[in-house]
C-alpha cells in the first residue's frame, strides 16, 4: 500500500530557482524520510524527519512536517542542474515496520 | 569499501524462467528488503528480513520467493508465476531501530525475452 502522494508529480525549473515538493500521507507517523534517485539508480538517502520535529535544515535542503495535516514539503534552494532527479518521501509509522514509499516527484533543472 | 551490491545489473527472462536477483551487504545491517519499481512509479515491497532465518511478505510477495541464510545476503527468486515480471528491482538494508534510513543497492533491471 502506498502511503505518501507527492505533489506535484512533475517539475521543471530553472537553475538558481527555488524547488518545492510536497508530500501527503495517511495514517500517524513515527518518522518521514526524503530520498533521492537518479535514473536508473538507486535511492539516496537526503533527510529524516521526526514525528514531533516540526523543520530540519541539511545544507540546501529544507523540510517541513505538519502532522496535523499529514503533510511535509522539501524544498531546495538555489536548485542546480545536478540536482535533476526523482524524489521520494518515505514513512514509518511504528518500531521495525518497512519504509512506505510515495510515487515521487520528477524534478528537471534546466541550466 | 561499505555498501550494497546487486548483481546481475541487467537480467533476462525467458518465459517460465526462474531467475534469482542477488543482493549482498557488508554493512552488519539486520534488516534488508526488496522493493520492485515500475516506470515511473513508486516502489513495492516486495519480501523484508529482519533478522536471519525470518522473513515476511510485502504487498507484492506473489510470484516472488526469498531465503535470508546469511546476514549478508537477501537473494530474490523472480519465479514463472511471476507474469509481469519486467521492472527495476531494488534491495535495501538498515540497521535495526525505528529512525534508521535505508541503504539502497543500485537496482537491477529484469526483462523478459
Known amino acids: 500500500s502506498q502511503q505518501g502522494e507527492e505533489d506535484p508529480q512533475a517539475l521543471s525549473i530553472q537553475e538558481g530557482e527555488n524547488a518545492t515538493m510536497n508530500c501527503s500521507y495517511k495514517?500517524?507517523?513515527?518518522?518521514l524520510q526524503w530520498y533521492r534517485q537518479n535514473s536508473g539508480r538507486g535511492l539516496v538517502h537526503l533527510i529524516l524527519?521526526?514525528?514531533?520535529?516540526r523543520e530540519k535544515h541539511s545544507g540546501r535542503l529544507r523540510v517541513t512536517l505538519d502532522t496535523s495535516k499529514k503533510s511535509s514539503s522539501l524544498l531546495i534552494t538555489a536548485s542546480r542542474a545536478a540536482d535533476t532527479a526523482s524524489y521520494f518521501c518515505?514513512?514509518?509509522?511504528?518500531?521495525?515496520?518497512?519504509?512506505?514509499f510515495g510515487k515521487g516527484t520528477r524534478l528537471s533543472v534546466i541550466a | 569499501d561499505g555498501g550494497i551490491t546487486q548483481s546481475p545489473k541487467y537480467l533476462f527472462r525467458k518465459e517460465g524462467q526462474n531467475v534469482t536477483l542477488s543482493c549482498e551487504q557488508n554493512?552488519?545491517?539486520?534488516?534488508m528488503y526488496w522493493y520492485r519499481q515500475d516506470p515511473g512509479q513508486g516502489l513495492r515491497l516486495i519480501y523484508y528480513?529482519?533478522?536471519?532465518?525470518?522473513?515476511q511478505k510485502g504487498d507484492i510477495a506473489e510470484g516472488y520467493s526469498v531465503s535470508r541464510e546469511k546476514k549478508e545476503s537477501f537473494p530474490l527468486t523472480v519465479t514463472s508465476a511471476q507474469k509481469n515480471p519486467t521492472a527495476f528491482y531494488l534491495c535495501?538494508?538498515?540497521?535495526?531501530?525505528?529512525?534508521?534510513?535505508?541503504?539502497f543497492g543500485s537496482g537491477t533491471q529484469l526483462s523478459v525475452l
Open positions: 518515505a514513512t514509518s509509522n511504528s518500531g521495525n515496520t518497512p519504509l512506505v
Open positions: 528480513s529482519q533478522i536471519v532465518n525470518d522473513f
Open positions: 524527519i521526526r514525528s514531533n520535529e
Open positions: 554493512l552488519n545491517h539486520d534488516a
Open positions: 535495501a538494508s538498515r540497521p535495526a531501530g525505528i529512525n534508521e534510513k535505508l541503504f
Open positions: 495514517t500517524s507517523i513515527n518518522n
